[in-house]
């Protein structure tokens, strides 16, 4: 059922208690579910899974939709798959109809998980073994885009294709889209698994631009992107482990430019991709720079003589 849960920032028992440490994530934060009118709003408390942590957080940090039950999750499924992010169910459940669904999820690459029956129940109830979480704004295949970016060399056209990996801090992911839109990138590839949701999170931090810059989520990024090279794109990516500069690099009229997530880097299948990987100048004493930052620079770094 579609229902409305409220976030809370809630007080944990001494027992339960977690770390306040950005890296930690789990199931335990509550859902943000719409409802219909043919609904009825529930008042009964929502249940508590034992031994969960709550997800480390600001009250602000607004949870994705979650939407439970067999039918209305086969309805997405079938419907509007490029809204859905991930789909749970529950561990060992012994229904068949469960098992469709996951068939008919992996066909849509995406991403499924098996998880405990108390945090289904964290995210949305009844749900009947299968919870499905869903992107604020419904991502494109690569189908749907892959001729206007084939044809780009030939008609003359300059490209810009981003490309973020790994990403699991929403507003690092709004960050990126405002920042894109803002230098001229014409699409955002994400990979299907690995990456935070489009949350509304991620679309308070993009200031807007979520609504105004393409996004799209390929069956496989790898070959999507081995895709753009053979059709003359010049793949690039940014990480600290390189000897060539940004600054003043040669760029071409088509790039394709990539980034990684938080104290990953850029996943190997897309460095080995790349014609060169460039690094950013940065203090020693500096560890990394944010994702978005990153990117942010190296879009810069491109768009400064063009825009």
């Not at 469709?100 to 995406?110: D, F, P, V, W, Y």
Request: with cysteine; proline share 6%.
């Amino acid at each position: 059922m579609w229902k409305t849960k409220p976030f809370e920032n809630r007080e944990e028992p001494e027992d339960n208690k977690v770390n306040d440490n950005r890296n930690n994530y789990s199931y335990g934060r509550p859902a943000k579910v719409h409802s219909e009118p043919r609904f009825e709003q529930s008042s009964v408390p929502r249940p508590r899974a034992d031994n969960i942590a709550v997800s480390v957080g600001d009250v602000e940090n607004a949870p994705q939709v979650a939407v439970g039950g067999i039918r209305e999750v086969e309805e997405l499924l079938t419907k509007d798959p490029a809204r859905v992010h991930r789909v749970l169910f529950r561990h060992v459940s012994g229904n068949p109809r469960l098992y469709t669904l996951q068939k008919i999820a992996k066909k849509n690459h995406i991403h499924v998980q098996q998880v405990d029956a108390k945090i289904l129940d964290s995210y949305a109830t009844p749900n009947q073994g299968i919870v499905a979480l869903l992107h604020e704004k419904g991502v494109l295949t690569w189908d749907e885009v892959k001729q206007e970016f084939y044809e780009a060399k030939e008609k003359g056209l300059r490209k810009v294709v981003a490309v973020a990996t790994n990403i699991e801090d929403p507003r690092n992911l709004g960050a990126c889209i405002r920042s894109g839109l803002a230098l001229g990138v014409d699409i955002l590839l994400i990979p299907s698994k690995g990456m935070c949701g489009i949350t509304p999170t991620v679309s308070r931090a993009s200031a807007g631009a979520l609504e105004k810059l393409r996004i799209c989520r390929p069956d496989s990024l790898e070959a999507t992107i081995g895709e753009l090279k053979l059709a003359g794109y010049q793949i690039l990516g940014l990480d600290a482990v390189t000897d060539t500069s940004l600054a003043d690099f040669p760029f071409e009229e088509r790039i394709v430019l990539a980034v990684g997530g938080e104290d990953v880097g850029l996943p190997p299948f897309i460095r080995k991709q790349c014609s060169t990987v460039l690094r950013i100048p940065m203090k020693p004493d500096a560890h990394s720079y944010n994702a978005s930052v990153a990117l942010s620079l190296g879009l810069y770094e491109f768009a400064r003589k063009r825009i």
